[in-house]
Each structure stands twice: as structure tokens, then as C-alpha cells.
Nanobody, 122 residues
Framework: VQLQASGGGLVQPGDSLRLSCVTS????????MAWFRQAPGKEREFVAG???????YYADSVKGRFTITRDNVKRLVSLQMTALKSEDTAVYFCGASFRATQTTRQVDFDFWGQGTQVTVSS
């Protein structure tokens, strides 16, 4: 069972970036999928989630700037990030929950990817 996150990098404020999370090893199509992030010295926080029926929900800090999507055929969950700010700098993790829906709590997620670094700096 694996969640493989990729797409991070170093960008300037105002730039865009697209993160991808490829799943394998089991059928994640019925799971709630989400992105979390962890900045240095801070706890991991919820960023965006998408349910099995494609309902999306976001943290207030990213609403209107980030878009989460899923492609069940490709087994892919993506996070399109626009208008990036320095405070978006963090390691981004994708997670999967088969137990909960519309959740923002880390403890509800059963599988995690390894993380991809996003750095927003001029």
C-alpha cells in the first residue's frame, strides 16, 4: 500500500504549483483523500480534502487559491496551488481515510505518503 507524493519545489510568491499523489496497493476510490502540510516547528495541518463522491473542502487559509481533484482511473489525487505565499512553505503530505468522510483530523487518516517539499521564497 503506497501513496507517492510529488511535484514540490522552490517557487516565488504568486507562482503556481501542482502536487500529485499516486496511489497503489489497494483500491482508494472509496476513500476520503486529503492533503496536509507541516511547516518547520509547527504541527501538521489540514489543507484540502475530497470525498469518494468528489465533494471538496478546504482550510480557510487556502480557500480560493488551492484546488483538490481526484482521478479514480489514474488513481491520482492532485492539489493545484495558485497565488502561493511564503506561509505556504511546508512539506505536503497526502493521506487516505477509509473510516471517515469530510474529516480534517489527522487521526482519521489511515495511510500517508512520504511528503513533498514546497518552498515559496523570493
Amino acid at each position: 500500500v503506497q501513496l507517492q507524493a510529488s511535484g514540490g519545489g522552490l517557487v516565488q510568491p504568486g507562482d503556481s504549483l501542482r502536487l500529485s499523489c499516486v496511489t497503489s496497493g489497494r483500491d482508494f476510490n472509496q476513500d476520503t483523500m486529503a492533503w496536509f502540510r507541516q511547516a518547520p516547528g509547527k504541527e501538521r495541518e489540514f489543507v484540502a480534502g475530497i470525498g469518494r463522491l468528489f465533494t471538496t473542502y478546504y482550510a480557510d487559509s487556502v480557500k480560493g487559491r488551492f484546488t483538490i481533484t481526484r482521478d479514480n482511473v489514474k488513481r491520482l489525487v492532485s492539489l493545484q496551488m495558485t497565488a502561493l505565499k511564503s506561509e505556504d512553505t511546508a512539506v505536503y503530505f497526502c493521506g487516505a481515510s477509509f473510516r471517515a468522510t469530510q474529516t480534517t483530523r489527522q487521526v482519521d487518516f489511515d495511510f500517508w505518503g512520504q511528503g513533498t517539499q514546497v518552498t515559496v521564497s523570493s
